[in-house]
């Protein structure tokens, strides 16, 4: 059985594999690129697994938790991770707007589903999380495109 997940953000590049990751990298010596490696390895995620990224541009506020809302109510096996760019670090009172914003379109059309922390990346943790692990990088340089987009890809595995 496929599993789904709608992924609603304004900005973000990833790579969906490991294939992808090993392939744009530079030399097998780097301790900081095995590490990277091992953690996208690790939070694989299944090849049976559709991910749909709902992007808008040039801001927010333009319906993708509302499409987000409707497609996971007619797409089986299907959820959300909600990403926000902010760099704010996640807060209650950022879980409370969601609950008014977002999530509560994806309970409205979504009953039966829980929608928590769990279904929620803000860009702040996300940067320090990756800096706090690979900051060093030890003679590599890390990039948003291609590093922290990987390690991206790696913590929607984990949710």
């Not at 969906?16 to 097998?28: I, L, P, Q, Y």
């Not at 319906?63 to 902010?86: C, P, Q, R, W």
């Not at 409205?108 to 702040?124: A, E, H, L």
Request: aromatic share 12%.
């Amino acid at each position: 059985m496929k599993n789904n997940t709608l992924y609603a953000t304004d900005t973000i590049e990833a790579f969906s594999s490991v294939d992808d990751f090993k392939s744009s990298t530079t030399s097998n010596t780097d301790t900081t690129k095995h590490r990277l490696e091992n953690i996208l390895e690790e939070n694989k995620i299944d090849k049976d697994t559709n991910i749909y990224i709902v992007l808008s541009f040039p801001r927010s506020d333009m319906g993708k938790g509302t499409i987000v809302a409707h497609l996971m109510k007619y797409i089986e096996d299907s959820n959300a991770i909600k990403f926000d760019g902010l760099l704010n670090l996640s807060t209650s009172d950022l879980m409370g707007t969601l609950e008014l914003d977002d999530f509560g379109l994806y309970r409205k059309f979504n009953p039966k589903k829980t929608f928590d922390i769990n279904n929620y990346i803000i860009g702040g943790d996300l940067i320090i999380d990756f800096i706090t692990d690979f900051g060093k990088g030890e003679g590599y340089d890390l990039t948003f495109r291609p590093h922290l987009s990987r390690y991206f890809v790696s913590t929607l595995a984990k949710k």
